[in-house]
């Protein structure tokens, strides 16, 4: 063998070894780092390794009411205390809260945030906004669901037409008598009956309904009423294939349904 290929051999084998020297030492320091924070962080009770990313950290923090939450949020805090704070203030009943926050160290840029509770599951990754793992819908904020378990038939809004509240009604279709439900949870301001039903909730946030072309009603429909978005609000007509319509307005302006559930979740 000659001695250039010889010292060839032997600069490859020190450059592996320090290589190897670099990503031990690296990952004991992260260890150090994770157990460092750990002990410098008290309300962080668990510290988690990644077996597969060394430098992911998970921090769990437990808040069992809002007095543990903090007056003046800073550092990490003020990634998720403002949420649970929202939380408590709207949906107390979901105490005690529990805050996952997965960073890397040393670092500490934010990977993902979880807030769980008693029927809520958030989640927020570093560029995006919180949303509900369960709805899959933007969070705080309207999350309607189909008004029928069929299809809906896309309809268009003619700016210019005279009659186009008539005309600008989202259509829906399925078997006859199947049950409508509100699209979102509300206070029933109106009930109409001409040869059909029809019945106007308004949703908070500015957001009004009218559902048309309930052939009966739920006993529980009255003016004045609150309801949740799985309650149904009445029948469609004993037919083969039945239609209902749906108007939705938003601050005085109306709503295509394409547009107004799609835009919850995306």
């Not at 150090?32 to 002990?39: F, P």
């Not at 998720?80 to 960073?103: D, N, S, T």
């Not at 509100?182 to 908070?204: N, W």
């Amino acid at each position: 063998m000659s001695s250039s290929r010889a010292l060839l051999i032997t600069l490859f084998l020190s450059s592996l070894a320090l290589f190897l020297v670099i990503s031990f030492v690296k990952k004991s320091n992260t260890v150090h780092d994770a157990q460092n924070y750990t002990k410098l962080n008290p309300t962080c009770r668990e510290v988690k390794i990644h077996s597969k990313k060394n430098d992911l950290i998970e921090c769990f923090l437990n808040l069992e009411s809002t007095s543990d939450l903090p007056a003046n949020a800073q550092d990490d805090d003020t990634l998720y205390i403002p949420m649970a704070k929202f939380i408590g203030e709207r949906f107390p009943q979901e105490f005690p809260l529990r805050v996952r926050h997965i960073f890397s160290l040393p670092d500490k840029l934010t990977d993902s945030i979880g807030i769980s509770g008693t029927n809520i599951n958030l989640v927020k990754t570093k560029n995006s906004t919180w949303k509900n793992k369960i709805s899959g819908c933007k969070f705080p904020g309207p999350c309607p669901i189909m008004p029928l378990k069929g299809s809906v038939i896309p309809q268009k809004y003619a700016k210019e037409d005279k009659n186009a509240e008539r005309i600008f009604r989202n259509k829906f279709s399925a078997i006859g008598e199947a049950p409508v439900n509100a699209i979102l949870p509300g206070k029933i301001l109106k009930i109409e009956q001409d040869s059909l039903f029809s019945v106007t909730i308004y949703h908070s946030e500015n957001i009004y309904s009218k559902t048309s072309g309930l052939y009966s009603l739920s006993a529980q429909v009255q003016i004045g009423n609150e309801v949740s978005q799985d309650f149904t609000l009445g029948f469609l007509p004993p037919k083969d294939t039945a239609f209902i319509f749906v108007e939705i307005t938003r601050n005085g302006k109306y709503e295509l349904w394409e547009n107004f559930f799609k835009e919850s979740r995306e």
